[in-house]
């Protein structure tokens, strides 16, 4: 997100992690406000997946023949102009977001089923 890092409050003392230190080097379990934040990150990324992939694209997209390699290289530009209006963090869900849509439509394109471009 647009901030990588949460704040961490122990017993001992406060200090703030990124979310790739505690994936690389955490010991697998998240505290109550980790767990939290990371809920509330998918969240986001889930939300702006569903506003951006739901609305009609103002890309032009033809209406004969759908090509998925075609729409897997505008949907970075279809999430950010989505969000261009709005802050960092919501670019940076965006930006997410369109990585994670770009992954998975990438696989589908690696197994392309019969028939699709």
């Known amino acids: 997100m647009a901030h990588d890092s949460f704040t961490h409050t122990s017993s001992l003392e406060t200090h703030s992690e ?3 230190m505690l994936t690389r080097h955490g010991d697998g379990y998240l505290t109550p406000y980790q767990r939290e934040a990371f809920e509330h990150a998918i969240t986001l990324v ?3 997946l569903d506003k951006t992939l739901n609305k009609k694209s103002a890309f ?3 209406e004969a023949e759908f090509n ?3 729409y897997i290289d505008k949907l ?3 999430f950010l102009d989505e ?3 709005l802050g960092d963090m919501e670019q940076e869900v965006a930006l997410t977001a369109a990585r994670f849509a770009e992954t998975v439509a ?3 394109l ?3 089923p019969a028939g699709l471009k």
């Open 106 to 108: 990438q696989i589908i």
């Open 60 to 62: 032009d997209e033809p």
């Open 76 to 78: 970075e530009d279809r």
């Open 68 to 70: 998925l390699a075609d």
């Open 18 to 20: 990124s979310w790739s």
């Open 46 to 48: 889930k939300n702006r």
């Open 83 to 85: 969000t261009s209006h």
């Open 110 to 112: 690696k197994y392309q």
